[in-house]
């Protein structure tokens, strides 16, 4: 599907690109295009493309781990302006029902997340999802 499309196969790098390089090489880069079998990324500044540049063949075969043969074989790094990517929309979790109470295995689970908003959302989608089982 991918191999024949281009376009999709540019989207799919885009979208691997961060979890590949991680925050903070993000913000310093944008996947600009495909040249044959060079993925071409911009780079903020001449520091970070040194960087980018030892690091290549990492990042190429953590790009083949995550795509297969859809990776490119190479990088090309471009220094230029990066603008930031667009904000991500919040993630709308519904209240639960008022009636569910979690089972105990699943509210130890929940204990274990550090983070308070992170732990209510993932209380507040277990109980709608067994909800769905209790009626």
Do not use: C
Request: aromatic share 6%; hydrophobic share 45%.
């Amino acid at each position: 599907m991918f191999n024949g499309n281009p376009t999709a196969r540019m989207v799919l790098l885009r979208s691997v690109w961060p979890r590949i390089v991680g925050p903070d090489i993000a913000r310093r880069t944008r996947v600009q295009a495909l040249s044959g079998e060079q993925l071409q990324v911009r780079v903020t500044d001449a520091r970070w493309m040194r960087v980018l540049h030892r690091m290549q063949a990492r990042l190429v075969s953590d790009l083949q781990r995550a795509v297969g043969t859809l990776a490119p074989r190479r990088l090309g790094f471009i220094e230029g302006h990066v603008e930031s990517p667009p904000a991500e929309p919040p993630i709308n979790v519904p209240a639960s029902p008022p009636h569910a109470i979690p089972p105990a295995s699943v509210a130890a689970a929940a204990a274990a997340i550090g983070d308070a908003e992170t732990r209510k959302a993932f209380l507040r989608s277990a109980a709608l999802y067994l909800a769905r089982f209790e009626r």
